[in-house]
Structures are given as C-alpha cells and as structure tokens.
T-cell receptor
Framework: RKEVEQDPGPFNVPEGATVAFNCTYSNSASQSFFWYRQDCRKEPKLLMSVYSSGNEDGRFTAQLNRASQYISLLIRDSKLSDSATYLCVVNGGTGGFKTIFGAGTRLFVKA | NAGVTQTPKFRVLKTGQSMTLLCAQDMNHEYMYWYRQDPGMGLRLIHYSVGEGTTAKGEVPDGYNVSRLKKQNFLLGLESAAPSQTSVYFC????????????FGPGTRLTVT
C-alpha cells in the first residue's frame, strides 16, 4: 500500500460545480498536511495547509480526519482556472525526515 | 526576488554521459531538496540538505550525487546517465521542514536515450 494515496481522476466537472477530493495516508504519526496545486508542465505550488479543525480559503475548504487517516479538499463554484492536478502532501512521523507527495488528482473544469 | 531557479530547463543525454543540474534560491532558506517526478508516481525525494555543507539521502538516491557548498545553491549530479533517469527534476527549498511551505523551481526535463 502506498503511504499517500489519491484517486488519479480525471474529474471532469462543469463550471460552477462543487467537487471534492480525498487523500488517504498510512502513517498514523503524520503531523502536518497540505494541498499543492500543479498546472500542466509547471512546478507545484502550495494551495493551502490543512489544520486539524479544518480551514477555508475562499472557495476552497480543507479538512483532516485523523481517525480515518484522510484529508479532503472541497472546491465550490469551480472555475475554468481551477483545472490542474492537486497534490496531497503528508509530513512527519517516525524515522526522521518524511515528506510524502501523493501522485495527484487531475481536475478538468469545462465551460 | 527570483525564488528558486533551475538550469538547464531541458536536456537530452546519451546513456553513460554525465551532467550537473544547478538549483539556486534567493530566500535564504536552510533546507533544499531534489525531487524527480514520473507519471503516476508523484514526486520522489532524491537527496536533500538541511544547511550549507550538509546532504542526506532521500527515497531514491541511487545514481545521483549532490553538493551544497553555498547556502543558496544545491547541485544534482548524474555520473553515468541511464534511461531510467529520464524524468522531470524539481528543486525546492524551505525555511525549515515539517509545516513549512516548499517553494519549487520550474523543473528540468531530462531525457536519456
């Protein structure tokens, strides 16, 4: 089993739709969590951190469920510009330096 | 403020050739990283550095060497390139590890024939 797993998609949604992605992680000692966004043939960029209490940034909401070991990203009122790959990142745990990137979920928003 | 820069952007090598990828950051970050990204695999850590003069192995270090002689630069070397090293290479830096954001360079697309 991979340490961080994401549904690769693609998710094809119309503009204005609400879409949600989940990401599961295997290391229960993981301490910090992030969502990065990667546009086609570009570098990853931080979208948002994920806090234990959940957090919101405009149309984006991130949540953490430690009991079930997953994080989620909800995008409301999808825009064409939201089309990208969303990478789940899990950090921490035992055994020294440990930052694991998921393989990403592709999102296409259509007009 | 350029952030993280990488050179070259593209390179084609023949099997057995060597090359060095250069990463530079102007944010005074202590931590620097080299990743490779392959389809369906996600970003995998090759080597990282927690400060000038230090380096450590990541998840997939075989076939690569690194050096961090200056705080702002992190070099990745391929001594004898193999087709399995065809990939997109990203350099990143961060203030510290853990809950700190990693800033990525634009990537180097390497093809080994």
């Amino acid at each position: 089993r991979k340490e961080v797993e994401q549904d690769p998609g693609p998710f094809n949604v119309p503009e204005g739709a609400t879409v949600a992605f989940n990401c599961t992680y295997s290391n229960s000692a993981s301490q910090s969590f992030f969502w990065y966004r990667q546009d086609c043939r570009k570098e990853p960029k931080l979208l948002m951190s994920v806090y234990s209490s959940g957090n919101e940034d405009g149309r984006f909401t991130a949540q953490l469920n430690r009991a079930s070991q997953y994080i989620s990203l909800l995008i409301r009122d999808s825009k064409l510009s939201d089309s990208a790959t969303y990478l789940c990142v899990v950090n921490g745990g035992t055994g020294g330096f440990k930052t694991i990137f998921g393989a990403g979920t592709r999102l296409f928003v259509k007009a | 403020n350029a952030g993280v820069t990488q050179t070259p952007k593209f390179r084609v090598l023949k099997t057995g050739q060597s090359m060095t990828l250069l990463c530079a950051q102007d944010m005074n970050h202590e931590y620097m990283y080299w990743y490779r990204q392959d389809p369906g695999m996600g970003l995998r850590l090759i080597h990282y550095s927690v400060g000038e003069g230090t380096t450590a192995k990541g998840e997939v270090p075989d076939g690569y060497n690194v050096s961090r002689l200056k705080k702002q630069n992190f070099l990745l070397g391929l001594e004898s390139a193999a087709p399995s090293q065809t990939s997109v290479y990203f350099c990143a830096s961060s203030y510290s590890q853990g809950r700190y954001e990693q800033y990525f360079g634009p990537g180097t697309r390497l093809t080994v024939t």
